[in-house]
């Protein structure tokens, strides 16, 4: 899921952009990215709260991952 939430809301912002004839740019995706790991953070609490561990450090890994991805593409 920690993977999921981000590509699918990445996938709806391209849709949008495409649904309106607007050119998409890096900042989008950067933005779009960083919101997906904002999801993931509440998903994390609500797995937290409902004691499953595992996947609660699973999805979190999963973030980890794509903030790194995001601070190499787009920050650095």
Sequence with gaps: M?????????G???????LFDRRITDQ???STL???LGLN????????K???D????GVMISSFV???IWLYLYVL
């Design 34 to 36: 960083l919101l997906g």
């Design 41 to 48: 953070a509440l998903y994390i609490r609500f797995l937290f």
């Design 28 to 30: 989008v995706i950067g």
């Design 54 to 57: 595992y996947t609660s450090r």
């Design 12 to 18: 709806l912002i391209y849709a949008v952009f495409i």
């Design 2 to 10: 920690g993977v999921i939430i981000p590509l699918v809301l990445l």
């Design 50 to 52: 409902k004691d499953k």
């Design 66 to 68: 794509y903030f790194f």
